[in-house]
């Protein structure tokens, strides 16, 4: 798992690239590597400011909305008149995660020596970003454990066995207000300014919002 410095550090050195914009998306929204690598913008709702991701490209077959902050909808490229696909090349999705992650980590270590940390960044992988944004958002009280489980499409713990036959609700209300203050505090340390704002509440069109 990264910390959330680690987090910022990933953040950070991500290019403006296909790779560099799925590394920030996976960050803001906790999915998973192939839900965003091969997003089809059929998928997207613009308008609607989400991701609505059918049963078939879920892992447990469940169709899943996903809610975008501003953040991570300012991730999404231009589109193009001639493909579906969001990221990648041809007719596939986003593809040479190896070769793309080697790069990232290099960066990671370059920003370090320059900063005159000495200390590596500990071995991860992307799978670490989803757990890391599960644990810090919890921590941070942004969600109760339910609403994240529900953002992140599990069917484990509070949504499991009766509970989860028998509690339909879709928490959409509370997973955009969980996915918007999370985006904003993440732009907000990626910034500089998130030990002064994080943890700041004002109200704004009838919400609470980390500035």
Request: charged content about 30%.
């Given at each position: 798992?990264?910390?959330e410095?680690e987090?910022v550090?990933?953040s950070r050195?991500s290019?403006?690239?296909?790779?560099?914009?799925?590394?920030?998306?996976?960050?803001?929204?906790g999915?998973r590597?192939?839900?965003?690598?091969?997003?089809?913008?059929?998928?997207?709702?613009?308008?609607?400011?989400?991701?609505?991701?059918?049963a078939?490209?879920?892992?447990?077959?469940?169709?899943?909305v996903?809610p975008?902050?501003?953040?991570a909808?300012?991730?999404?490229?231009?589109?193009?008149?001639?493909?579906?696909?969001v990221?990648?090349?041809?007719?596939?999705?986003?593809?040479?995660?190896s070769?793309?992650?080697?790069?990232?980590?290099a960066?990671?270590a370059?920003?370090?020596?320059?900063?005159?940390?000495k200390?590596?960044?500990?071995t991860?992988?992307?799978?670490?970003?989803?757990?890391?944004?599960?644990?810090?958002?919890?921590?941070?009280?942004?969600a109760?454990p339910h609403?994240?489980?529900?953002?992140?499409?599990?069917i484990?713990?509070?949504?499991?066995?009766?509970?989860?036959?028998y509690?339909k609700?879709?928490?959409?209300?509370?997973?955009?207000?969980?996915?918007?203050r999370?985006?904003?505090?993440?732009?907000?340390?990626?910034?500089?300014?998130?030990?002064?704002?994080?943890?700041?509440?004002?109200?704004?069109?009838?919400?609470?919002?980390?500035?």
């Amino acid at each position: 798992m990264l910390t959330e410095p680690e987090l910022v550090e990933v953040s950070r050195a991500s290019d403006n690239d296909d790779y560099g914009r799925v590394i920030k998306i996976l960050a803001l929204t906790g999915q998973r590597r192939q839900e965003i690598g091969d997003l089809a913008w059929h998928e997207v709702d613009v308008d609607g400011c989400q991701i609505e991701l059918p049963a078939d490209r879920t892992k447990n077959h469940r169709p899943h909305v996903v809610p975008l902050s501003a953040e991570a909808l300012a991730l999404l490229p231009p589109q193009r008149d001639d493909r579906d696909l969001v990221f990648g090349r041809g007719q596939r999705g986003f593809s040479g995660w190896s070769k793309a992650k080697l790069e990232l980590d290099a960066r990671i270590a370059a920003a370090r020596r320059s900063a005159g940390v000495k200390k590596p960044m500990p071995t991860w992988r992307l799978r670490d970003i989803r757990r890391s944004f599960v644990t810090h958002i919890n921590e941070r009280g942004f969600a109760p454990p339910h609403v994240v489980e529900a953002i992140v499409n599990h069917i484990s713990g509070h949504l499991a066995g009766v509970a989860g036959t028998y509690n339909k609700a879709l928490y959409l209300v509370e997973r955009r207000q969980a996915l918007e203050r999370w985006g904003q505090h993440v732009a907000a340390v990626v910034a500089g300014a998130g030990a002064r704002s994080s943890r700041s509440n004002v109200r704004r069109d009838g919400e609470r919002r980390i500035v």
